[in-house]
Every structure is written in structure tokens, then in C-alpha cells.
């Protein structure tokens, strides 16, 4: 267990990421919690985008073929 404390260290230093130097616990640590609203922005988004992308889709070749 130390050796890969001592890998990480070592490899933290040299500015590359391998997967020794970077694991999930690390990355996520200093993380904010996620807040409904923020979940609720998101799909709202995504419910947007798809009907933004329908109606491009229908609009673009009806005005080709005109």
C-alpha cells in the first residue's frame, strides 16, 4: 500500500495522469453537491435541445425541396 502511495506522489509531480495518479475518490473530493434545481436545468436542456433538433429536422429538408 505505501509503494502505490509512493507512485502517486511521484507520478502526481511529473504532470502526466496515469491510473495510479488519478482515481475517482481523488477527483470527485472537493466536489459540491448536486442541487435539485441543477438536475432539473439539465433535462430541461437536453428536452429543448431534442425539440430544437425535430424541428430543424423537418424544417431544413422542406425548405430544400421548395
Known sequence: MAEVEEKKEQASG???????????????????????????????????AIIALVIGLFLVPTSVLH
Do not use: N, Q
Request: charged content about 15%.
Open 14 to 48: 511529473t504532470g502526466t495522469l496515469t491510473g495510479a495518479a488519478l482515481e475517482a475518490e481523488d477527483v470527485l473530493a472537493g466536489a459540491e453537491p448536486w442541487a435539485p434545481i441543477e438536475t432539473k436545468l439539465v433535462v430541461w436542456s437536453f428536452v429543448i
